[in-house]
C-alpha cells in the first residue's frame, strides 16, 4: 500500500510540474529545461559559496536554457572574473552573463 501511495504521489507530482506552465512562462521548451536550469543554477551558486574568493553571498545567479547570468557586485575585478570561470566551467552552463558591478 505504501509503494502505490508513493508512486501515485510522483505521477501526480510529475502531471502538476508539466501543466502548471512554470516551465513555459520562463521561456524553457519542456518541464526538464525548467529543472536542468534550476540544477546549474544551485550548482554556479554552491560553488560561489565554496570559493573563498568570491563572495557568493553578494552575486545572484540566474539561469534560463543553460545561459547563467551574474548579478551583484564584486569586491575586485580578480573576484568578477574569478565568479565568471566559476560559472562558465559549471556542467550544462552553455552562455554566461557576467553583469557583476566592481565596487571601487
Do not use: W
Amino acid at each position: 500500500m505504501k509503494n502505490v501511495r508513493a508512486i501515485t504521489l510522483a505521477v501526480l507530482t510529475g502531471i502538476t510540474l508539466i501543466s502548471s506552465g512554470c516551465a513555459v512562462m520562463r521561456g524553457q521548451e519542456t518541464a526538464g529545461a525548467y529543472i536542468d536550469d534550476k540544477t546549474i543554477t544551485a550548482t554556479v551558486k554552491t560553488k560561489l559559496l565554496e570559493d573563498k574568493n568570491t563572495g557568493g553571498l553578494s552575486i545572484n545567479v540566474d539561469t534560463l536554457n543553460g545561459a547563467v547570468s551574474l548579478a551583484g557586485f564584486a569586491k575586485s575585478q580578480m573576484e568578477k572574473d574569478m565568479a565568471g570561470s566559476i560559472a562558465r566551467n559549471t556542467k550544462g552552463v552553455r552562455e554566461l552573463h557576467n553583469n557583476l558591478i566592481v565596487r571601487p
